[in-house]
């Protein structure tokens, strides 16, 4: 069984910092983990992309996220990190792990973390 377990969330005050961090546990069922990502949904709000990061490296951020915000990935690990810089309340959401994993069906699936909370005052 495939899962993503998100971690780091919580509590700041705006102009702070938070490093999220997600793991995908060892399964048997996976061959490999193409694009991993970062989401968040704000309340009221649709679910959108704030950065991601293909198993080469290349990264895209959102432009809200752009320089302020930066991904990396451990790939031997199935893990990718947020690191998240100079917060603002308007950064306050859910904040969603995102993976492609090719799995041992021969088919790329698309998985979720289950979110994790960011709330940043002002």
């Known amino acids: 069984q495939v899962r993503l377990v998100e971690s780091g969330g919580g509590l700041v005050q705006a102009g702070g910092s938070l490093r999220l961090s997600c793991v995908v546990p060892?399964?048997?069922?996976?061959?490999?983990?193409?694009?991993m990502a970062w989401y968040r949904q704000a309340p009221g709000k649709q679910r959108e992309l704030v950065a991601s990061?293909?198993?080469?490296?290349?990264?895209n951020y959102a432009d809200s996220a752009k320089n302020r915000f930066g991904i990396s990935r451990l790939s031997a690990k199935y893990t990718v990190y947020l690191q998240m810089t100079s917060l603002t309340p308007e950064d306050t959401a859910t904040y969603y792990c995102?993976?492609?994993?090719?799995?041992?069906?021969?088919?790329?699936?698309?998985?979720w973390g289950q979110g994790i909370q960011v709330t940043v005052s002002s």
């Open positions: 990061m293909s198993s080469r490296g290349t990264a």
């Open positions: 995102n993976a492609d994993i090719y799995t041992v069906r021969r088919e790329i699936q698309n998985y």
């Open positions: 060892p399964s048997t069922d996976i061959v490999r983990i193409d694009d």
